[in-house]
């Protein structure tokens, strides 16, 4: 049996306390490893279970809003005067039947100013940006562009040179409703290089939609010959021109990498022209349920603004999109989040 002097017994308790010290730091540090996982996948499942929770819309990555004018869903569906919206998009898209504009207005303006606000702010009428600009930050296109969200609005027959803070027929600025926001059109200065740069000339749209530079939110204003609210030569039926000019131009979005990679197209009216009837909602996606599926759940403008937020991540919810139903029922149903996450621990 071997010999140990004193001071080698010493040694090797003091090596056998640093040896079960090491291990039971190990240990320890073992542990607090799969706490922190632990955490982080607690969290992880918390913030998709919250996600899904919040919206149940899936991923879209690139949203185009078409607005029409003057129409109740009744004169647009099953209409010999829109053969394109009812034999070539309906067939394919999601749409609704009981979607309404907000408040009954017949007007157009207050519908503008609810899509980028969640309110019409008490507007009742059509008057131009120098009788009603608004010094609130609180609206949509702000939000977007302070969370690093691109946006644009493009606004058939305007120069793209100046803020468009008048009429210049057929445009129409009461059917523009961003130029009512002081922080977009530097308090009505037709010069504001970020006004000008944010609203373009609708003619744009083509090229940017081939150079794949398209923003990822994008409302587009087709002129009054257009958007069904006026009646233009040679057509000189309101109905038949936007269906017209619908035929001519959605082709082109759902041909581009922005509309294919998730996007999502959104057809409305503002108004259906007399108060209290329904108005169109087409969506158009590739995560839409799409095959002519019809909604009759209620929706609003409320509903359109609150699910554009929630597609974006952008908050607070404006106005009365905070007491909205998003379209959800609209699309896919999104992936659910997971529900049996488990951690295996080894042995360090």
């Known amino acids: 049996m071997p010999q140990f002097s004193r001071e080698s017994a010493r040694e090797m308790s003091a090596r056998g306390n640093i040896a079960r010290w090491s291990r039971w730091r ?3 540090a073992a542990t607090a490893t799969m706490g922190t996982v632990l955490l982080r ?9 919250g996600t899904a929770a919040a919206g149940d819309l ?53 519908s503008y100013l609810w899509l980028e606000a969640g ?6 009428d059509d008057q131009p940006p120098s009788v009603h600009h608004q010094s609130t930050t609180n609206h949509l296109a702000s939000l977007l562009y302070r969370a690093g969200v691109s946006w644009k609005t493009y606004q058939e027959d305007i120069t793209g040179t ?33 006004g000008i740069a944010h ?19 994008n409302f587009i204003t087709p002129n009054v010959c257009h958007d069904m609210h006026d009646s233009c030569a040679p057509l000189s039926n309101q109905i038949l021109q936007g269906d017209t000019w619908l ?34 909602m087409i969506v158009l996606s590739p995560v839409a349920r799409g095959q ?5 759940v209620h929706y609003t403008h409320s509903s359109l603004l609150r699910t554009i937020e929630e597609i974006f991540h952008v908050m607070p919810l404006l106005g009365d999109a905070a007491n909205a139903t998003n379209l959800s029922d609209l699309f896919q149903a999104a992936p659910a989040p997971p529900t049996n996450l488990r951690i295996v621990a080894t042995s360090p």
């Open 26 to 28: 190990a240990a320890q």
């Open 41 to 49: 996948v607690v969290a992880l499942a918390t913030l998709l279970a």
């Open 58 to 110: 899936p991923l879209v990555r690139t949203v185009f809003v078409i607005l029409m004018e003057n129409e109740p869903w009744s004169s647009i569906k099953g209409s010999a005067t829109a053969p394109f919206i009812n034999n070539v998009l309906l067939p394919q898209a999601s749409y609704c039947t009981q979607y309404y504009n907000q408040g009954n207005y017949t007007l157009s303006l207050p």
């Open 119 to 124: 309110t019409a702010f008490g507007i009742n």
């Open 162 to 194: 100046v803020v468009p803070l008048t009429d210049a027929y057929p445009y129409a600025v009461r059917h523009n409703g961003f130029v009512y926001f002081d922080d977009t059109t530097g308090t009505n200065n037709p010069n504001y290089a970020y």
């Open 199 to 217: 609203i373009r000339p609708y003619s744009e749209l083509s090229r940017d939609l081939t150079n794949n530079t398209v923003a990822k939110y």
């Open 247 to 280: 035929a001519n131009e959605i082709p082109k979005i759902l041909a581009s990498s922005a509309y294919t990679n998730n996007g999502a197209i959104f057809i409305t009216w503002d108004d259906a022209g007399v108060a209290g009837v329904p108005i169109g």
């Open 292 to 296: 002519g599926y019809s909604s009759s």
